[in-house]
């Protein structure tokens, strides 16, 4: 989810109501297939939408068993039923009919008055026509930001349009649930993600019903790659289901104080896993007791710091940036309205220009939480994630060579992209206009090229981040309907919709179903190469969540091995001895005297493999250091070196070199004082 960059003016603080919400079960009405073919549903409900696509999807898998299509990497069909269920109006489905799922919330009758949150996203006076089926006069619309644009034969459009991966991500806030003036449910975050997984499943067996049962449907939740890939064999849209929110199984922190633990955490992905959840973020707009957001700009900026130390205590801290990489600008416009919900003498804080980056990392239950993630074979999204944050999160993840790395919607430091992909991980582009999207997608084309890798998009819909605009009737080049789709096999039409007929050209992205014009119009104003990528999106996606799930930790060739250094600081109490860097207990550390120029060194026993060596430095780390290895003890060659150590976790990757000894000297003090390392680890891959 992000929200939207202009004109937004914050909400005010009104009490929390609570009603429980019952779901009517009613079946589809039947009609007759218009044609046989297996992707025409049985018995669809009428009335309803038109699809506007003809031809039979394709199979989604070519001779070599890749599979094609589009992967959205970030999508939020429920989010309706987050933030307490009145921020984003209508539904993706019902089982009364569209003219059930495609209406306004009861406030925003008569004519908008109290749409408060249609003002705060789009500006205006929040008027607007309340009605959406059939006429849609004022939604949805590629601006309008509180109304479903996921209703699923929109989403059913998509699929036949050559889409065949969509990551659902479940999605809420805590804060913003309870400052907002209307709800009609209580604002626990997890108690939303359960209730949106499960109206998730809710859907594919509504779809089920008009292909005549269980498992007859297009919509198929996947809980593995290969269960995706099978879907996707059978020209079928495979279905992720991801989790962004803000304070994952509980853990807030209130004045830096984390509000869970280990367990929680345990307990928390235990339950994500099982609700069949495979990608998530750790954090997302407030910093939480895992790890520090990136931060939002100008006035959205300000007033979502006022809402961290509603929901904190604390306002955001900046420090200077350690490296190239830094956070978005943080906000420093005024939003008069959040502000006055602060107490009496609290002030959000200036920051100074050159401190760009969140003083707060990945915490000690974050890294935790990482490590939860890769036992259980889950991949981790980073967008939102503070570059400190994420920058110690990548070292976690290079540190065990695993995989299982998402930026799905352009909210990373885009200086990252080759760091992901050297994982094997996978990036996807917000969803923004053709123009835009296209220029970025060939900024970044040659290191895809580098590592053979597609593309995806992320279209962030009931996300509240705003969707490609028109480019205008008299567009030079426009998107001409209809058009074929990119796979050859189907024919797009405008979409139709009761009494409304949309045109990207005139309307933009307006709703899910828009998806197929949105990437024509992307071949159009960028060219077949992007397209192509894109296309090639699904397959990499799988790729990376296939790598993640074979994943195996490789054996440390270290791990109690003998070992001697060039010196070992000495302590009357504690001993700094050189074998303590491979004892396997971080408690312990080998640290050497305080001077340049020091080594410490590990026998194998045997010749082995050697391709990776992890470093976990205390305090006192080496800027400068040089991995080196050996057959025999005495004659040495450089494997791999750096200037710009930082200390942390670091992890030395190079070419398979066959060694016995392996050795870490450095020449370069990174502190005032020596090197000192919690544990080194040697592995063959």
Known sequence: MTLPRRRRKPLAVLSILLLTVVAMVMGPAATSSADAGWWNPVARPAPDSQINVTGEPFKGTDAQGRVRGF??????????????????????FSEQGIADALK?????????????FDFITKGGDGKHDPDGWPTFKDWPAHDSLTHQQNY??????????????LVNDLVTNGVICSVYFFKDRGCDEMTAIRLEAQKTYEMQAYIDKMYGGPGKGWFRIVTDSAQAREVIKQGKLAVVLGVE?????GCKQILDIAQCSQADIDRGLDELHKLGVRSMFLCHKFDNALCGVRFDQGALGTAINVGQFLSTGTFWKTEKCAGPQHDNPIGLAAAPEAQKQLPAGVAVPSYAADAQCNSRGLTELGEYAVRGMMKRKMMLEIDHMGVKAAGQAFDILESESYPGVISSHSWMDMDWTERVYKLGGFIGQYMGGAEGFSAEAKRTDALRDKYNVGYGYGTDMNGVGGWPGPRGADTPNPVRYPFRST???????????GQRTWDLNTDGASHYGLVPDWIEDIRIVGGQDVVDDLFKGAESYLGTWGASERHKAGVNLAAGAPASASSAEWNPFVSYAPGRAMDGDRGSRWASDWSDDQWLQIDLGTTNLVK??????????GKGYRIEVSSDGSNWQSAWSTTTGDGGLDTALFDGVSARYVRVHGVQRGTKWGYSLYEVGVYSS
């Open 71 to 92: 992967v959205d990497a970030h999508d939020h069909l429920m989010s309706n039923e987050g933030f307490g269920g009145r921020l984003i109006c209508g539904k993706p």
């Open 104 to 116: 306004d919330c009861p406030e925003h009758y008569p004519d908008g008055t109290l749409a408060i």
């Open 152 to 165: 699923y034969a929109w989403v059913e459009r998509a699929w036949r349009g050559g889409q065949r991966v």
């Open 245 to 249: 929110t803000s304070e994952p199984f």
């Open 487 to 497: 796979d050859g096999g189907s024919v797009i039409d405008k979409q139709t919709t």
């Open 612 to 621: 990776r060596v992890t470093l976990d430095w205390e305090r006192a780390y």
